[in-house]
C-alpha cells in the first residue's frame, strides 16, 4: 500500500509561483514512477508530469518549460515546481503512481493523493 499527501496549494497572481508537495509512505515496491495531475472544473483529468526512478521526465505540452517535477533523494516526497502560472492552471492537483510509466503513463493510476487546490487570477 502506499499513501500520498499533496500540499502546497494556494492562491496566486497570473505570473506566479507555487511549490507543490506530496508526501509518500508506503510499500514503494513495483512503484517505478511518480506523476502530478490536475482537473480544473467542467474539464477531463490532465497528467501534467512524470518522472521516472531513472530520473526521465515528461509534461504535457501546456506546462512545459514552467513546471518541474522532482523527486528527493529516497522518494518520500515528490514536488512540482510552478512557475509564470496562467489562470488557465488552475485546478486540483494530485499526486499519483501510474501503473504504467510509458507511453500510456496519464491513463491508468494505482494510487493516488485528496489533491491541493490551486486557484490563479489574472
Known amino acids: 500500500q502506499v499513501q500520498m499527501v499533496e500540499s502546497g496549494g494556494g492562491s496566486v497572481q497570473a505570473g506566479g509561483s507555487l511549490r507543490l508537495s506530496c508526501a509518500v509512505s508506503?510499500?514503494?515496491?513495483?512503484?517505478?514512477?511518480m506523476a502530478w495531475f490536475r482537473q480544473a472544473p467542467g474539464k477531463e483529468r490532465e497528467g501534467v508530469a512524470i518522472?521516472?526512478?531513472?530520473?526521465?521526465?515528461r509534461y504535457s505540452d501546456s506546462v512545459k518549460g514552467r513546471f518541474t517535477i522532482s523527486p528527493d533523494r529516497a522518494w518520500n516526497n515528490l514536488y512540482l515546481e510552478m512557475n509564470s502560472l496562467k489562470p488557465e492552471d488552475a485546478g486540483r492537483y494530485y499526486c499519483?503512481?501510474?501503473?504504467?510509466?510509458?507511453?500510456?503513463?496519464?491513463?491508468?493510476?494505482?494510487?493516488w493523493g485528496q489533491g491541493t487546490q490551486v486557484t490563479v487570477s489574472s
Open positions: 508506503g510499500y514503494m515496491y513495483r512503484i517505478f514512477c
Open positions: 518522472i521516472e526512478r531513472n530520473g526521465r521526465t
Open positions: 499519483a503512481a501510474p501503473r504504467y510509466c510509458g507511453d500510456s503513463w496519464a491513463g491508468d493510476v494505482e494510487y
